[in-house]
């Protein structure tokens, strides 16, 4: 059974950093893509930040692009997401998300976790 935990949220000032763990078990993670998403309050699932399982290259969404980092550990099955300069629209419920393949995410982004609240306010 896949079971991805999420961790690492709280409530942060923006300017300010975070970082996101995802440990992951019932599959070989290194075999597969994951990636973080968020939503928002009334908003739909966004793709943040994915990366490949192959050769490890990650891929950001333009609103993240230069403050978030994603990287993962293979040998301890863990995928993390390094958040800085963070913003009040970063905002959501961020959701760790297991690849369909190697080099490719599911379309609804499933299976993921339980998720971890990010709040940024003054």
């Known amino acids: 059974e896949v079971q991805l935990v999420e961790s690492g949220g709280g409530l942060v000032q923006p300017g300010g950093s975070l970082r996101l763990t995802c440990a992951a078990s019932?599959?070989?993670?290194?075999?597969?893509?994951m990636a973080w998403v968020r939503q928002a309050p009334g908003k739909g699932v966004e793709w943040v930040s994915g990366i490949f399982a192959p050769d490890g290259r990650p891929g950001y969404a333009d609103s993240v692009k230069g403050r978030f980092t994603i990287s993962r550990d293979n040998a301890q099955s863990m995928l993390y997401l390094q958040l800085n300069n963070l913003k009040i629209e970063d905002t959501a419920m961020y959701y760790c998300a297991k690849g369909a393949t190697a080099t490719s995410m599911t379309n609804d982004w499933n299976p993921r976790g339980q998720g971890t609240q990010v709040t940024v306010s003054a």
């Open positions: 019932g599959f070989t993670f290194s075999a597969y893509m």
